[in-house]
């Protein structure tokens, strides 16, 4: 078996200090490294991007919004239940992870406080979870009620947090239906897109509503045999237009995270061609995929044996990376969603 099709070859050890607990303020402040297209890397901050960009290049946004997920609540019988809700199904139905899963049958339900029930009505067997389907007051709907009851889910490796839940949101996040952050956009300030354009660097927005799919671990040793859950995607024809603008102008398209990038490409998947596309995707990214829309690529650092880590892997190729990694663990850069960034030029 081909080496970048094993997953052992995508594993490496990260000293548990650095994985960030907590983001840097401002978000700009966070270290970026960079990576030329050659053998070359070099260290910067994130407010030094409209410095590493030229006029004419296109970032592309994933605008999607957090929401607040994570619900606790209790069984008729008083035993506690943790709710993670994954997929907005339709009619206050929704796909959801339910701890502890196994004792939740068809019909059991769960109490939320006093605003809010849910009824087990199927099982999910590609993801183990639950689908739910809640009772809601006619006199309110049910996003105004998850507001009051539910939480922005952080991800399982920040547990020594003292960040509050809009520094888990881009600043220009819009779109709600996403249970992560596109934590690349984290780094984006205000202040640091009007010197994007400023400096005629523009930027598009695309919708990825991060799902499981996303950051559940590849388990099979032949990544060949790993299937991606699918995710809702949307790309309307304003994107596609600045992409093909952009291109025709010898400019970069530069994808701002992974979930940009699954998004532009799995669009030109769907269709074979740059066009407007809204529904989902399951494109799974490792080395020997051709990419067909990006030019770059700004990302975090990304867990080990991750779909992501495969991804970037097939930007620059996985023995490189790894190098890359290993050099930014040794630089003591700061790992994974509230962590720093990198910035690849191809």
């Given at each position: 078996?081909?080496l970048?099709q094993?997953?052992?070859?995508?594993?490496?050890?990260l000293?548990?200090?650095?994985?960030?607990?907590?983001?840097?303020?401002?978000?700009?402040?966070s270290?970026?490294l960079?990576?030329?297209?050659q053998e070359?890397?070099?260290h910067?901050?994130?407010?030094d991007?409209?410095d590493?960009?030229s006029?004419?290049?296109?970032?592309?946004?994933?605008?999607?919004?957090?929401i607040?997920?994570?619900?606790?609540?209790?069984?008729?019988?008083?035993?506690?239940v943790?709710?993670?809700?994954?997929?907005?199904?339709e009619?206050?139905c929704?796909?959801?992870?339910?701890?502890p899963?196994?004792?939740?049958?068809?019909?059991?339900e769960?109490?939320?406080g006093?605003i809010?029930?849910?009824?087990?009505?199927?099982?999910?067997?590609?993801?183990?979870?639950?689908?739910l389907?809640?009772?809601?007051?006619?006199c309110?709907?049910?996003?105004e009620?998850?507001d009051?009851?539910?939480?922005i889910?952080?991800?399982?490796?920040?547990t020594?947090s003292?960040a509050?839940p809009?520094q888990?949101?881009?600043v220009?996040?819009?779109?709600q239906?996403?249970?992560?952050?596109?934590?690349?956009?984290?780094h984006?300030?205000?202040r640091?897109?009007?010197q994007?354009t400023?400096?005629?660097?523009?930027?598009?927005?695309?919708?990825?509503?991060?799902g499981?799919?996303?950051?559940?671990?590849?388990?099979?040793?032949?990544?060949?045999?790993?299937?991606m859950?699918q995710?809702w995607?949307?790309?309307?024809q304003?994107?596609?237009?600045?992409?093909?603008?952009t291109?025709?102008?010898?400019?970069?398209?530069?994808?701002?995270?992974?979930?940009?990038?699954?998004?532009?490409?799995?669009?030109?998947?769907q269709?074979?061609?740059?066009?407007?596309?809204?529904?989902?995707t399951?494109?799974?990214?490792?080395?020997s995929?051709e990419?067909?829309v990006?030019?770059?690529?700004?990302?975090?650092?990304h867990l080990?044996?991750?779909?992501?880590?495969?991804?970037v892997?097939?930007?620059?190729g996985?023995?490189r990376?790894?190098s890359i990694?290993?050099?930014?663990?040794?630089?003591k850069?700061?790992?994974?969603?509230?962590?720093?960034?990198?910035f690849?030029?191809?």
């Amino acid at each position: 078996m081909n080496l970048d099709q094993q997953l052992s070859s995508y594993d490496y050890y990260l000293p548990l200090e650095l994985i960030a607990q907590n983001p840097v303020i401002p978000r700009d402040t966070s270290r970026l490294l960079v990576v030329k297209s050659q053998e070359t890397i070099n260290h910067h901050v994130f407010s030094d991007l409209p410095d590493l960009l030229s006029s004419g290049d296109l970032l592309v946004l994933n605008d999607t919004r957090v929401i607040p997920a994570r619900l606790y609540g209790k069984k008729s019988t008083g035993a506690q239940v943790e709710v993670l809700l994954v997929e907005e199904m339709e009619n206050n139905c929704w796909l959801a992870l339910v701890k502890p899963g196994k004792r939740f049958s068809i019909g059991s339900e769960i109490i939320f406080g006093d605003i809010l029930k849910a009824s087990v009505i199927g099982k999910d067997e590609s993801t183990g979870g639950r689908f739910l389907q809640f009772e809601v007051n006619p006199c309110q709907s049910f996003w105004e009620i998850l507001d009051k009851v539910g939480n922005i889910p952080f991800p399982p490796y920040v547990t020594e947090s003292q960040a509050n839940p809009q520094q888990y949101q881009t600043v220009y996040a819009e779109k709600q239906g996403a249970i992560a952050a596109p934590t690349a956009g984290l780094h984006f300030t205000e202040r640091l897109l009007t010197q994007l354009t400023e400096k005629q660097i523009n930027i598009a927005k695309v919708t990825l509503h991060v799902g499981i799919g996303t950051f559940r671990p590849v388990e099979v040793e032949d990544i060949l045999n790993h299937e991606m859950h699918q995710e809702w995607i949307e790309v309307n024809q304003n994107t596609i237009d600045a992409i093909k603008q952009t291109k025709e102008k010898g400019k970069k398209v530069i994808a701002v995270g992974t979930t940009v990038v699954r998004t532009l490409e799995g669009a030109y998947q769907q269709q074979q061609k740059l066009a407007p596309f809204s529904g989902k995707t399951n494109l799974f990214i490792y080395p020997s995929y051709e990419f067909k829309v990006i030019d770059g690529l700004i990302t975090n650092f990304h867990l080990p044996k991750s779909s992501l880590l495969m991804l970037v892997s097939a930007l620059i190729g996985r023995e490189r990376l790894m190098s890359i990694y290993q050099k930014a663990i040794e630089e003591k850069y700061r790992f994974y969603s509230f962590g720093d960034g990198m910035f690849i030029q191809i």
